[in-house]
């Protein structure tokens, strides 16, 4: 399979505790999102690399989130302290940056889903 | 700044009935706009997408949609709904050039039921 892989699917984890999740990208892909979905809405942009390069990050991201990715190929998201208010499915994405009309297909995981208790 | 409403958080129709589902984008310059489909505890699969060349754009599974620029829409249909059709959809626009970071800006989302 050759889609955008996360790691873990679910996590479930006591609050105050630090959390980390894994995606692994299509593999050409040099654009990387992570986006945070709660049940009934829809998907919440977090932030955006190109390559290695964090270049946007949402207010959403407060300084308890960080996210890498080094080398240019998978990212990781981690959250310190976790708090209830962080429970929701945390998908990521990925896409190859084109300018023409094509457009920017974007590609999502299956999602990592975060219960905080 | 770029955001989509979509109409009717919830739509229930009986199979083999016509599916339609509203979706109305705002953005300052001409976007792509995107639906996605996701099945419970499932990630986003693309439906179709809309870059500018045809306004009727035709994607998987038997769903279409049309670029209407005078109404701002992008609404998504199917002739006939099929029982595996039951899932959440959602429309999704993202802004254009080398320079766009391609991002996507998602609605609400729209369930889906589908009667026997």
């Known amino acids: 399979d050759t889609g955008v892989s996360q790691d873990p699917r679910h996590k479930i984890t006591k609050r105050g505790q630090n959390v980390t999740f894994r995606c692994d990208p299509i593999s050409e892909h040099n654009r990387l999102y992570w986006y945070r979905q709660t049940l009934g809405q829809g998907p919440e942009f977090l932030t955006y690399?190109?390559?290695?390069?964090?270049?946007?990050k949402s207010r959403l991201l407060s300084d308890r989130f960080s996210a890498e990715r080094p080398k240019g190929s998978f990212s990781t998201l981690e959250i310190q302290r976790t708090e209830q208010g962080d429970s929701a499915m945390y998908l990521c994405?990925?896409?190859?940056?084109?300018?023409?009309?094509?457009?920017?297909?974007?590609?999502f995981g299956e999602g990592s889903w975060l219960t905080v208790v | 700044a770029q955001s989509v409403t979509q109409l009717g958080s919830h739509v229930s129709v009986s199979e083999g009935a016509l599916v339609l589902l509203r979706c109305n984008y705002s953005s300052s310059v001409p976007p792509y706009l995107f639906w996605y489909v996701q099945y419970p505890n499932q990630g986003l699969q693309l439906l179709l997408k809309?870059?500018?060349?045809?306004?009727l754009v035709k994607g998987i599974n038997g769903f279409e949609a049309e670029f209407k620029k005078s109404e701002t829409s992008f609404h998504l249909t199917k002739p006939s709904a099929h029982m595996s059709d039951a899932a959440e959809y959602f429309c999704?626009?993202?802004?254009?050039?080398?320079?766009?970071?391609?991002?996507?800006?998602f609605g609400q989302g729209t369930t889906l039921q589908v009667k026997p």
């Open positions: 994405a990925s896409s190859l940056a084109s300018s023409g009309a094509s457009g920017n297909t974007i590609y």
């Open positions: 999704a626009v993202s802004g254009r050039g080398s320079s766009n970071t391609g991002k996507l800006i």
């Open positions: 809309y870059t500018s060349a045809a306004t």
């Open positions: 690399f190109q390559n290695e390069a964090q270049l946007e």
